[in-house]
C-alpha cells in the first residue's frame, strides 16, 4: 500500500540523518566536500591530502547507507509483499525527492547562501569571491541535477524492493 504519511515521515527522517551528516562533516573539515565548491574558489586551495580522502571515503558509507538504504527500507516496509515495481519506484523516487528537496532548501539556501557560516569557507580562501557558491541559480541548477539522481537512483532501489519482496 502507498502511503503518503509513511514516504512524508521517512523521507523527512532520512532528510534529518543526511543534513546532519552533511553539516557535520563541513563543521569538521569543509574541505571534505571540496568538489562541491565552485571552481573559482577549489582553485584557491591546494589539492585534498590524503587523510581528508580517506576521510571522505569514510563519510560516502553512511551517506550511501541512508542515502541507499532507508528509502528501500521504507519502501520495503511500507509495501510488504504486495507491492509493484511501480509503487516501489514511486515510494522511492518521492522519499529521494524529498532529500533532494531538503537539501536544496535548508541546506543550500538557508544555511549555505542565506546564512553563509563562517564553518563553510575552506581554510586559505579568505580573499576568494564566494559570490558563486551563494548564487541562487547554481542552487536551483543543483536541486535540477538531483531530480535527475533522483529519477536515476530510484530504478535499482525498487528492483531491489520488489526482487526482495
Known amino acids: 500500500m502507498w502511503s503518503l504519511e509513511r514516504i512524508l515521515v521517512d523521507g523527512l527522517l532520512i532528510s534529518l540523518a543526511l543534513g546532519g551528516l ?11 566536500w571540496l568538489q562541491d565548491y565552485p571552481e573559482s574558489i577549489r582553485q584557491h586551495v591546494s589539492p585534498q591530502t590524503r587523510t581528508e580522502k580517506q576521510l571522505q571515503r569514510l563519510l560516502l558509507i553512511p551517506f550511501l547507507l541512508l542515502m541507499l538504504g532507508g528509502p528501500y527500507l521504507s519502501a520495503r516496509g511500507a509495501l510488504g509483499e504486495s507491492g509493484s515495481f511501480l509503487m ?5 523516487f518521492a522519499i529521494l525527492n524529498i532529500f533532494n528537496l531538503f537539501d536544496a532548501l535548508v541546506i543550500d539556501l538557508l544555511v549555505l547562501t542565506a546564512f553563509k557560516p563562517a564553518f563553510m569557507r575552506l581554510p586559505g580562501t579568505q580573499m576568494a569571491d564566494y559570490g558563486a557558491l551563494y ?19 530510484s530504478l535499482p532501489i525498487a528492483l531491489a524492493v520488489v526482487f526482495t519482496m
Open 88 to 92: 516501489a519506484y514511486g515510494h522511492v
Open 22 to 32: 552533511i553539516i557535520g562533516s563541513l563543521m569538521y573539515n569543509p574541505r571534505l
Open 135 to 153: 548564487d541562487w541559480g547554481l542552487q536551483l541548477g543543483n536541486y535540477l541535477k538531483g531530480i535527475i539522481f533522483c529519477t536515476v537512483a
